[in-house]
């Protein structure tokens, strides 16, 4: 499934990046783009050369987040609540042995 004028740039699968709005022919979602390019401060041209997709892949993924910004901000919300949530019960074994009294 294509969307809308963005369609030769992003794209919606079922079953590929989780049915999440994707850069076309890629598995680098939409919420990939808006987190590096809005929350990290990489510029449009770093994406590009790190993952191999072009400007206007890029710019069409921004567009689309413009477009449908309150959905994919939450989905970014509930990824940040998961990823918080699994820290907290899986505790790693090197802060484990960090937070521990040493008995030496």
Not at 1 to 27: D, S
Not at 29 to 34: A, D, G, L
Request: charged share 30%.
């Amino acid at each position: 499934m294509t969307v809308g004028n963005l369609a030769e740039h992003i794209e919606i699968t079922p079953g590929i990046a989780g049915g999440k709005p994707r850069i076309a022919g890629h598995r680098i979602t939409v919420q990939n783009i808006v987190i590096w390019h809005e929350h990290l401060g990489r510029g449009a041209d770093e994406i590009c050369a790190e993952y191999d997709v072009t400007l206007a892949d890029v710019y069409a993924a921004l567009a689309y987040y413009f477009d449908h910004r309150d959905e994919i901000d939450r989905s970014i919300k509930e990824s940040e609540t998961f990823v918080e949530t699994m820290r907290k019960r899986n505790v790693s074994i090197l802060e484990q042995k960090l937070t521990s009294p040493r008995s030496d």
